[in-house]
Each structure stands twice: as C-alpha cells, then as structure tokens.
C-alpha cells in the first residue's frame, strides 16, 4: 500500500484478556518500529526490527509484551493479560532502514483501551 | 543511552509570528540525524525536518529552519509566520545506527 497501515484504529477489551495489534509497513521497508503512546505524553520505544536481524527489544516493558516480524512485511504486537495501564494508542512505523536514512513513515495508530 | 529532552511542554504563538521550540540531546556518537516531527490532532506523524550532524549548515524546509548546535548538543526548531495549520506536537527526535528516540513533545498552539 501506499503507507504504513494499522488495524484495529481502535480496541476496547477486558482487562486480563490478549490483544494482537497488525502493522503493515510500506513496502520495501527494512525498518520497522513500534512505539507507545499514552494520552498527552511522548513515543515510548517499545521494539524494531531491521531486516533479519535480531530485534531491538530493548523497550519492552514487561515479558507480556512481544511482537513478531515475518521477513520485511506484516509485524504483529502482542499484549497478553491486558492491564489498564496499558491504555495507550500503539504506533507503527516503517523506514528503508539504511544507517543514517532517517525518516520515519507512521500509521495512524491503534488506539487500546483497557476497561 | 541516548536521551532527548525538550524543557517546553506547551508554547503558543500569535499568527504570522515566529517561534523557537527547544530540544537538547545526549550521545557519545558523532555520527547521528536528528529530526523534528510533527503529530496534529489527527494523530498520524509526519516530518517536518532533518539534519545530519556531520553537516554544519543548518537545514531549511520553507518556513521550517533548525539551528544546530552539535558541541551544545542543542537542536532547536524556527516556525517562521505561524499559520493556524502548525498547531500541533512537536517531538524532537535522535538517530545513531539504529533506533530512533523521541523526545517528550511540545504542544504549540496557534492564536488567531
């Protein structure tokens, strides 16, 4: 597609149930990061993957958290036994993913709200 | 690790005037990018505006311009002739070889 595309936009569950949340990156993107937002607040770094590399899973914040990477296409993030301090809108993005490359093209996020 | 800051949680600026918005940043690397982005209240980010730390020229994108301070490790954003369409986030963000690390954002308001 033309841009990175996320699904769902949006997502009310239970606390205590899973939740998976799907990026679809631009094609031909090497790079691709996920990162946490909550309500009024910053990017927290969560993982990236770069082509076949280890991921950087260095942002995670807790073992309930993982995501996944098949070659350079779709990513999943997984979050089991949702907390609500896990309420945030989770953005995807993808780069090419060369050093010094840079810009960072994001999706419009899929919005989590544990209730 | 490297570590962006930006002291200004909230600035505002009169329409057609200009505005700094400031961002510091902390590495040991000397090869890096460094770029602002820009998240309406639509949320999707876009860019806004790049610089390369090897280069001593400061980047310019229309009424976009940066002053790059690499010994200061400071990188702050000029919006010359605010339009009503700049009221946004802005995240100040770092790039070495890998990750790329935002700062905590500043929310700029527009004032007719």
């Known amino acids: 597609g033309a841009g990175v595309s996320q699904s769902p936009s949006n997502k009310v569950t239970e606390k205590g149930k899973d939740v998976e949340l799907r990026c679809d990156p631009i094609?031909?993107?090497?790079?691709l990061y996920w990162y946490r937002q909550r309500l009024g607040q910053g990017l927290e770094f969560l993982i990236y993957?770069?082509?076949?590399?280890?991921?950087?899973k260095s942002g995670l914040p807790s073992d309930r958290f993982s995501a996944e990477r098949t070659g350079e296409s779709v990513s999943t993030l997984t979050i089991q036994r949702t907390q609500q301090e896990d309420s945030a809108v989770y953005l995807c993005?993808?780069?090419?993913?060369?050093?010094?490359?840079?810009?960072?093209?994001f999706g419009e996020g899929s919005r989590l709200t544990v209730l | 690790a490297q570590t962006v800051t930006q002291s200004q949680p909230e600035m505002s600026v009169q329409e057609a005037e200009t505005v700094t918005l400031s961002c510091t940043y902390d590495?040991?690397?000397?090869?890096?990018?460094l770029f602002w982005y820009k998240q309406p209240p639509s949320r999707q980010m876009i860019l806004v505006i790049r610089?390369?730390?090897?280069?001593?020229q400061n980047a310019t994108e229309n009424r976009f311009s940066v002053n790059f301070q690499k010994a200061a490790k400071s990188f702050s954003l000029k919006i010359s002739d605010s339009q009503l369409g700049d009221a946004a986030m802005y995240f100040c963000?770092?790039?070495?070889?890998?990750?790329?690390?935002f700062g905590p954002g500043t929310s700029l308001s527009v004032i007719p």
């Open positions: 993005a993808s780069s090419l993913g060369n050093s010094f490359t840079g810009e960072l093209f």
């Open positions: 094609s031909g993107h090497t790079a």
């Open positions: 993957f770069q082509g076949n590399s280890a991921p950087d």
């Open positions: 590495t040991s690397e000397s090869d890096y990018y």
């Open positions: 610089q390369e730390a090897y280069k001593q």
């Open positions: 963000a770092y790039q070495a070889y890998d990750k790329v690390i």
